[in-house]
């Protein structure tokens, strides 16, 4: 089933929300420009660059791009249904939680949500070398959040 609606009232823009989605559609943008200027290698590259590979953050555990590919993975994804499924879920659920949360809170609440599935997956499978893309881990740290703070909403 997928949500057209919620029936949660926000009070305050969700400017956060907004800002991750947008930041969502302009890194995919980033990979399809990508792959168009430079050819599927490229494209390949920066995914293989940016996205979470388990196997090399174990290996390569005291290396800050290692690091920083547990934030960077996040706003990478692997095709149109990927990124509008992630988005539209973030969309309908995103602003009720930070308009609870509030605007600091829930961002940082989204970005750990995002590590804590990154954390997760390199700790299921540490000798992986698939890259693990897409912002699916902080989105369902969202959608738990939500079914917290607003259990009776349809």
């Not at 997956?121 to 890259?131: E, F, K, M, N």
Request: proline residues 4%; charged residues 10%.
């Amino acid at each position: 089933m997928i949500p057209l609606a919620d029936t949660a009232k926000q009070k305050r823009m969700p400017v956060v929300t907004m800002i991750l989605v947008a930041a969502n559609f302009c890194a995919f943008g980033w990979e399809l420009w990508l792959g168009f200027d430079g050819g599927p290698k490229l494209q390949a590259s920066v995914i293989e660059t940016h996205a979470l590979v388990a196997k090399r953050v174990i290996a390569q555990w005291d290396s800050a791009q290692q690091w920083q590919t547990v934030l960077t993975h996040m706003f990478l994804h692997g095709g149109w249904a990927h990124l509008l499924g992630n988005a539209w879920f973030l969309w309908i659920f995103g602003g009720n939680v930070e308009d609870r949360l509030g605007a600091f809170k829930f961002l940082l609440f989204y970005l750990l949500a995002g590590f804590v599935a990154a954390v997760a997956q390199v700790a299921v499978d540490p000798g992986s070398a698939v890259p693990m893309i897409g912002a699916s881990g902080a989105i369902s740290g969202v959608l738990g959040a939500y079914l917290i703070l607003f259990p009776t909403a349809w």
